[in-house]
């Protein structure tokens, strides 16, 4: 199993720009997530899903979107990137007692 | 609200032995993690605790009391691989699905092993 897979693994955007971070897992879990890292902070919650076609908000949702069309798709949207998103994104699948990461993507918007 | 805290930094020896603790106030609790994360790569599970006790797993340890908010991560036998962000995290509400709307994280603490 290859778990939890993330593209791109860096990117850099322009302000206003978008772009979707795709993520990909072969576990067959319902549970995905994705989480945002500043430096120096603890992951923050963006978006969650509990199974394909369902999706709910986080802690800190403003500037995203998502959709899970599949079990094993999680993308995440960004439509007009802005500084404040500048951040390393994890995304995450879970199934009972613990959750398993992506990689990461880390975003910079200039 | 959630409210996660645990020290921002420590600093251990080689082949000595550090506990992290970590308190924290949430709505609802349904388990308490662990996780390892070393600089520029993605977390990683160490433990999980639901019920008040200690779970020992080789060198790693975490201890847990519902009623006072509390936990620790035990470290011995440290080794300078152990450097890396330790980062403590609570599920508050669980779903019979088997999963749950995510985790709400401390900020991490930075282990910092001396030789």
Same mark, same amino acid.
């Given at each position: 199993?290859?778990?939890?897979?993330?593209?791109?693994?860096?990117?850099? %955007?322009?302000?206003?720009?978008?772009? +979707?971070?795709?993520? +990909?897992?072969?576990?067959?879990?319902?549970?995905?997530?994705?989480? !945002?890292?500043?430096?120096?902070? *603890? %992951?923050?919650?963006?978006?969650?899903?509990?199974?394909?076609?369902?999706?709910?908000?986080?802690?800190?949702?403003? *500037?995203?979107?998502?959709?899970?069309?599949?079990?094993?798709?999680?993308?995440?949207?960004?439509?007009?990137?802005?500084?404040?998103?500048?951040?390393?994104?994890?995304?995450?699948?879970?199934? !009972?007692? !613990?959750?398993?990461?992506?990689?990461?993507? !880390?975003?910079?918007?200039? | #609200?959630?409210?996660?805290?645990?020290?921002?930094?420590? &600093?251990?020896?080689? #082949?000595?032995?550090?506990?992290?603790?970590?308190?924290?106030? &949430?709505?609802?609790? @349904?388990?308490?993690?662990?996780?390892?994360?070393?600089?520029?790569?993605?977390?990683?599970?160490?433990?999980? @605790?639901?019920?008040?006790?200690?779970?020992? /797993? #080789?060198?790693? $340890?975490?201890?847990? $009391?519902? $009623?006072?908010?509390? $936990?620790?991560?035990?470290?011995?036998?440290?080794?300078? /691989?152990?450097?890396?962000?330790?980062?403590?995290?609570?599920?508050?509400?669980?779903?019979?699905?088997?999963?749950?709307?995510?985790? &709400?994280? #401390? /900020?991490? &603490?930075?282990?910092?092993?001396?030789?």
């Amino acid at each position: 199993n290859a778990g939890v897979t993330q593209t791109p693994k860096f990117r850099i %955007l322009k302000i206003g720009q978008s772009m +979707t971070l795709q993520c +990909t897992q072969d576990m067959n879990h319902n549970y995905m997530y994705w989480y !945002r890292q500043d430096p120096g902070m *603890g %992951l923050k919650l963006i978006y969650y899903s509990v199974g394909a076609g369902i999706t709910d908000k986080g802690e800190v949702p403003n *500037g995203y979107n998502v959709s899970r069309s599949t079990t094993e798709d999680f993308p995440l949207r960004l439509e007009l990137a802005a500084p404040s998103q500048t951040s390393v994104y994890f995304c995450a699948s879970s199934y !009972r007692d !613990r959750e398993y990461f992506g990689p990461g993507t !880390r975003l910079t918007v200039t | #609200g959630q409210n996660i805290d645990q020290p921002t930094e420590m &600093t251990a020896t080689e #082949g000595a032995i550090v506990q992290i603790n970590c308190t924290y106030q &949430t709505s609802g609790f @349904n388990g308490l993690f662990w996780y390892q994360q070393h600089a520029g790569e993605a977390p990683t599970f160490l433990s999980y @605790n639901v019920l008040d006790g200690l779970e020992e /797993k #080789g060198r790693f $340890s975490s201890f847990l $009391s519902r $009623s006072k908010g509390y $936990s620790y991560l035990l470290l011995k036998e440290l080794q300078m /691989k152990d450097s890396a962000s330790y980062l403590c995290a609570v599920r508050d509400r669980w779903d019979s699905g088997g999963g749950a709307d995510g985790l &709400t994280f #401390g /900020k991490g &603490t930075h282990l910092i092993i001396q030789p």
